[in-house]
Structures are given as structure tokens and as C-alpha cells.
């Protein structure tokens, strides 16, 4: 089986070694509380984390109906379909910059506020779009309305 590379200084292989970590398949489904893994056993879980590298490879958002012509539905990061649901390194998620490492910083700060908000059960503040609303095709379109949010 071959497997991604990881950049590692020794102490990831040395905890996967030890037996600190474990390395599981991906899970097969979500469930209100956490995932089911391929064996079908169910782990509750408080947060996962997607990184999908330099190519977005979203079709496994579709069966839960977060996607709309293959892109996120979201604004500014923040899922208009799921709460609790959050995207990063999206291109114009919220700049000209979002997709980078220069500005993917501050698109987390601004996901990870709206993400403690919904753990933590706080009303999230500011304006939130309705998840049926159609998303504006044109790029000049999405960067103004990033720029207001």
C-alpha cells in the first residue's frame, strides 16, 4: 500500500513506533455525534479534519448536500449547509490570499472563532447567509462580498 509522504523529524515515525498514535483507514460515514469507521464501529468524535493537499477533492461532501456545482457551499469559510462545518484554503474564500500560506492564517482565525462559537453553543455573530441562497458565480462578485462580510 503506498501511503503520502509526511515531513517528519523523527518524532511522528517514533510515536506511530511506539504505539502513541494509530494510523486507521478513513471512515466510511458521519453520524450526529461522530463517524463510523469500515469495520462499522462508531467513534464519537468533537472535530475532523480534512486535509485534502493541493487539488480540492470534495465529492465526498456531496452525499451530505454541502456542495453546489462541486464547490462549498459556504461563506467566508463557514458552511451555509452544516454548522460546525468549516473550510479553509479556499480559493477567494475570503481574499485574494485565502488559497496560500500567506493568507490561510487569517481565514483560520476567522473559521476557528465561528467553530468556537458553535462548540461552545454561543449564537454566532454577525450576518449568516441562508443556505438556499444561490451562490454568485462571477469571482469579482464573490471577492466584494468577502471583503463586506
Request: include cysteine.
Amino acid at each position: 500500500m503506498r501511503h503520502a509522504a509526511v515531513l517528519d523529524t523523527g518524532v511522528y515515525r517514533d510515536a506511530l513506533a511506539c504505539g502513541l498514535l494509530s494510523r486507521r483507514d478513513m471512515f466510511t460515514a458521519f453520524t450526529p455525534d461522530g463517524v463510523i469507521w469500515a469495520d462499522g464501529a462508531p467513534e464519537p468524535v468533537h472535530a475532523v479534519i480534512f486535509a485534502t493537499g493541493y487539488r480540492p477533492d470534495l465529492a465526498y461532501l456531496k452525499p451530505l448536500g454541502a456542495l453546489d456545482q462541486g464547490a462549498p457551499r459556504q461563506v467566508g469559510g463557514i458552511s451555509t449547509t452544516h454548522p460546525g462545518l468549516v473550510y479553509l484554503g479556499l480559493e477567494f474564500q475570503r481574499s485574494f490570499a485565502s488559497n496560500t500560506l500567506r493568507g490561510v492564517g487569517r481565514d483560520a482565525a476567522h473559521v476557528m472563532t465561528a467553530l468556537a462559537a458553535h462548540v461552545s453553543g454561543r449564537p454566532r455573530q454577525g450576518r449568516q447567509r441562508r443556505a438556499d441562497a444561490p451562490r454568485a458565480r462571477n469571482t469579482a462578485l464573490n471577492a466584494d462580498r468577502v471583503r463586506r462580510w
